[in-house]
Protein backbone atom coordinates (compact mmCIF):
# COMPACT_ATOMS: atom_id res chain seq x y z
CA UNK A 1 0.00 0.00 0.00
CA UNK A 2 0.87 3.74 -0.58
CA UNK A 3 2.09 5.30 2.67
CA UNK A 4 0.21 8.40 2.58
CA UNK A 5 1.80 10.36 5.23
CA UNK A 6 5.18 9.58 3.56
CA UNK A 7 3.94 10.82 -0.09
CA UNK A 8 2.67 14.30 1.68
CA UNK A 9 5.91 14.73 3.05
CA UNK A 10 7.47 14.68 -0.47
CA UNK A 11 4.72 16.43 -2.13
CA UNK A 12 4.25 19.24 0.62
CA UNK A 13 8.41 20.75 0.32
CA UNK A 14 7.98 20.60 -3.53
CA UNK A 15 4.46 22.44 -3.25
CA UNK A 16 6.26 25.11 -1.25
CA UNK A 17 9.20 25.48 -3.39
CA UNK A 18 9.52 28.25 -6.35
CA UNK A 19 8.79 25.55 -9.02
CA UNK A 20 5.81 24.00 -7.25
CA UNK A 21 4.62 27.23 -6.41
CA UNK A 22 4.85 28.35 -10.47
CA UNK A 23 2.88 24.82 -10.98
CA UNK A 24 -0.05 26.05 -8.21
CA UNK A 25 -1.05 28.03 -11.02
CA UNK A 26 -1.81 26.06 -14.17
CA UNK A 27 -3.39 23.31 -11.16
CA UNK A 28 -5.51 25.50 -9.57
CA UNK A 29 -6.54 26.95 -13.28
CA UNK A 30 -7.67 23.02 -14.10
CA UNK A 31 -9.39 22.83 -11.05
CA UNK A 32 -11.93 25.57 -11.51
CA UNK A 33 -12.27 25.07 -15.45
CA UNK A 34 -13.29 21.21 -14.21
CA UNK A 35 -16.07 22.99 -12.18
CA UNK A 36 -14.15 21.67 -8.84
CA UNK A 37 -14.68 23.78 -5.72
CA UNK A 38 -11.83 27.13 -5.76
CA UNK A 39 -12.46 27.50 -1.81
CA UNK A 40 -10.61 24.40 -0.57
CA UNK A 41 -7.62 24.87 -3.08
CA UNK A 42 -7.78 28.81 -1.76
CA UNK A 43 -7.48 28.00 1.47
CA UNK A 44 -4.40 25.38 0.81
CA UNK A 45 -2.36 27.93 -1.00
CA UNK A 46 -2.68 30.12 1.86
CA UNK A 47 -1.34 27.31 4.20
CA UNK A 48 1.58 26.74 1.63
CA UNK A 49 2.43 30.06 0.31
CA UNK A 50 0.61 32.85 2.88
CA UNK A 51 -1.78 35.31 2.63
CA UNK A 52 -0.39 37.83 0.28
CA UNK A 53 1.93 34.97 -2.35
CA UNK A 54 -1.21 32.52 -1.78
CA UNK A 55 -3.49 35.27 -3.00
CA UNK A 56 -1.39 35.97 -6.01
CA UNK A 57 -1.15 32.83 -7.28
CA UNK A 58 -4.91 31.60 -6.81
CA UNK A 59 -5.89 35.13 -8.74
CA UNK A 60 -3.64 34.33 -11.67
CA UNK A 61 -4.98 30.96 -11.54
CA UNK A 62 -8.45 31.79 -11.51
CA UNK A 63 -8.59 34.48 -14.00
CA UNK A 64 -7.03 32.07 -16.58
CA UNK A 65 -9.05 28.96 -15.77
CA UNK A 66 -12.01 31.60 -16.01
CA UNK A 67 -11.28 32.78 -19.40
CA UNK A 68 -10.61 29.59 -20.33
CA UNK A 69 -14.36 28.23 -18.91
CA UNK A 70 -15.58 31.52 -20.71
CA UNK A 71 -14.29 30.80 -24.08
CA UNK A 72 -15.55 27.07 -23.56
CA UNK A 73 -19.21 28.30 -22.97
CA UNK A 74 -19.45 30.37 -25.52
CA UNK A 75 -18.45 28.19 -28.11
CA UNK A 76 -18.21 24.63 -28.34
CA UNK A 77 -19.98 23.74 -24.94
CA UNK A 78 -22.67 26.41 -25.40
CA UNK A 79 -25.92 24.32 -26.32
CA UNK A 80 -24.39 21.06 -23.98
CA UNK A 81 -24.11 23.94 -21.06
CA UNK A 82 -27.48 25.88 -21.49
CA UNK A 83 -29.29 22.00 -20.91
CA UNK A 84 -27.12 21.91 -18.25
CA UNK A 85 -27.51 24.48 -16.48
CA UNK A 86 -31.33 24.71 -17.43
CA UNK A 87 -32.25 23.91 -13.76
CA UNK A 88 -30.23 26.16 -11.83
CA UNK A 89 -32.37 29.66 -11.04
CA UNK A 90 -30.14 31.63 -10.20
CA UNK A 91 -27.94 31.07 -12.59
CA UNK A 92 -30.35 31.44 -15.04
CA UNK A 93 -31.55 34.57 -13.85
CA UNK A 94 -28.02 36.20 -13.62
CA UNK A 95 -27.55 35.27 -17.93
CA UNK A 96 -30.90 37.25 -18.33
CA UNK A 97 -29.53 40.13 -15.68
CA UNK A 98 -26.52 40.52 -17.09
CA UNK A 99 -27.39 41.26 -20.41
CA UNK A 100 -28.91 44.86 -19.05
CA UNK A 101 -26.40 45.42 -15.68
CA UNK A 102 -23.47 44.33 -17.84
CA UNK A 103 -20.37 45.01 -15.85
CA UNK A 104 -21.96 46.36 -12.62
CA UNK A 105 -23.59 42.96 -11.77
CA UNK A 106 -20.29 41.08 -12.97
CA UNK A 107 -18.41 42.56 -10.46
CA UNK A 108 -21.24 41.97 -7.49
CA UNK A 109 -21.40 38.82 -8.36
CA UNK A 110 -17.91 38.34 -8.23
CA UNK A 111 -17.46 39.98 -5.33
CA UNK A 112 -20.48 38.01 -3.52
CA UNK A 113 -19.17 34.20 -2.69
CA UNK A 114 -22.74 33.38 -2.98
CA UNK A 115 -22.59 32.98 -6.20
CA UNK A 116 -20.45 29.91 -6.98
CA UNK A 117 -17.15 30.69 -8.89
CA UNK A 118 -16.66 28.15 -11.39
CA UNK A 119 -20.43 27.88 -12.18
CA UNK A 120 -20.96 31.89 -13.06
CA UNK A 121 -17.88 31.62 -15.41
CA UNK A 122 -19.90 29.34 -17.46
CA UNK A 123 -23.68 31.28 -16.84
CA UNK A 124 -21.43 34.07 -18.56
CA UNK A 125 -20.15 32.43 -20.66
CA UNK A 126 -23.85 31.47 -21.90
CA UNK A 127 -24.69 34.76 -21.51
CA UNK A 128 -24.41 38.63 -23.43
CA UNK A 129 -22.28 40.07 -21.60
CA UNK A 130 -18.82 41.07 -23.64
CA UNK A 131 -15.61 39.88 -22.71
CA UNK A 132 -13.87 42.84 -22.00
CA UNK A 133 -16.25 43.57 -19.27
CA UNK A 134 -16.14 39.46 -17.81
CA UNK A 135 -12.58 39.87 -17.40
CA UNK A 136 -12.57 43.37 -16.09
CA UNK A 137 -15.32 41.81 -14.00
CA UNK A 138 -12.75 39.03 -12.50
CA UNK A 139 -10.88 41.56 -10.56
CA UNK A 140 -14.17 41.65 -8.29
CA UNK A 141 -12.95 38.27 -7.12
CA UNK A 142 -9.97 39.33 -4.97
CA UNK A 143 -11.57 39.81 -1.93
CA UNK A 144 -12.74 36.42 -1.44
CA UNK A 145 -9.15 35.38 -2.98
CA UNK A 146 -7.81 37.26 -0.09
CA UNK A 147 -10.35 35.93 1.92
CA UNK A 148 -10.11 32.28 1.75
CA UNK A 149 -6.19 32.37 1.40
CA UNK A 150 -6.24 34.20 4.63
CA UNK A 151 -8.48 31.80 6.39
CA UNK A 152 -5.93 28.97 5.31
CA UNK A 153 -2.70 30.60 6.25
CA UNK A 154 -4.61 31.66 10.19
CA UNK A 155 -5.24 27.89 10.21
CA UNK A 156 -1.92 27.20 9.43
CA UNK A 157 -1.20 29.29 12.23
CA UNK A 158 -3.41 28.06 14.64
CA UNK A 159 -1.41 24.80 14.63
CA UNK A 160 1.09 26.98 16.18
CA UNK A 161 -1.14 29.19 18.61
CA UNK A 162 0.66 27.32 21.70
CA UNK A 163 3.32 29.69 20.61
CA UNK A 164 1.37 32.80 20.54
CA UNK A 165 0.21 31.95 24.20
CA UNK A 166 3.56 30.81 25.48
CA UNK A 167 5.65 34.57 23.93
CA UNK A 168 7.44 32.50 21.11
CA UNK A 169 5.23 34.13 18.64
CA UNK A 170 3.99 38.09 17.72
CA UNK A 171 0.53 38.45 19.31
CA UNK A 172 0.30 41.84 17.64
CA UNK A 173 1.12 40.56 14.27
CA UNK A 174 -1.33 37.55 14.58
CA UNK A 175 -4.24 39.46 15.77
CA UNK A 176 -3.88 42.34 13.18
CA UNK A 177 -4.09 39.54 10.85
CA UNK A 178 -7.03 38.34 12.60
CA UNK A 179 -8.97 41.50 12.48
CA UNK A 180 -8.01 41.66 9.17
CA UNK A 181 -9.92 38.71 7.72
CA UNK A 182 -13.18 39.74 10.42
CA UNK A 183 -13.14 43.01 8.24
CA UNK A 184 -12.86 41.36 4.62
CA UNK A 185 -15.85 38.99 5.88
CA UNK A 186 -18.08 42.27 6.31
CA UNK A 187 -17.21 43.88 3.30
CA UNK A 188 -18.04 40.30 1.81
CA UNK A 189 -21.32 40.32 3.01
CA UNK A 190 -22.35 43.48 2.88
CA UNK A 191 -21.33 43.41 -1.04
CA UNK A 192 -23.52 39.98 -1.04
CA UNK A 193 -26.13 41.30 0.12
CA UNK A 194 -26.24 44.11 -2.39
CA UNK A 195 -25.66 41.65 -5.48
CA UNK A 196 -28.57 40.16 -4.42
CA UNK A 197 -30.84 43.27 -4.13
CA UNK A 198 -29.55 44.46 -7.67
CA UNK A 199 -30.22 40.77 -9.03
CA UNK A 200 -33.98 40.66 -7.78
CA UNK A 201 -34.62 44.12 -8.74
CA UNK A 202 -33.60 43.18 -12.48
CA UNK A 203 -35.55 39.71 -12.36
CA UNK A 204 -38.85 41.96 -10.77
CA UNK A 205 -38.21 44.58 -14.05
CA UNK A 206 -38.31 41.58 -16.53
CA UNK A 207 -41.50 40.43 -15.11
Not at 85 to 110: C, D, N, P, Y
Not at 165 to 193: F, N, P, Y
Request: net charge positive; aromatic share 12%; glycine share 10%.
Amino acid sequence: MIDLGSSWDVILPFLRSPVGAVLFIPLYAIWVTLLLPGVWASMLAGVLYGTFLGSVLVFIGAFIGAEVAFVLGRTIFREWLRQRLSRFHKLRAIETAVSKEGLRLVLLTRLSPAFPFSLLNLAYGLSEVSFRDYSIGLVGILPGTILFCGLGALAGDLANFQDVLSGRSDLMSWSIRLIGLMATVAVVWVVARAAKNVLQESEDSSK
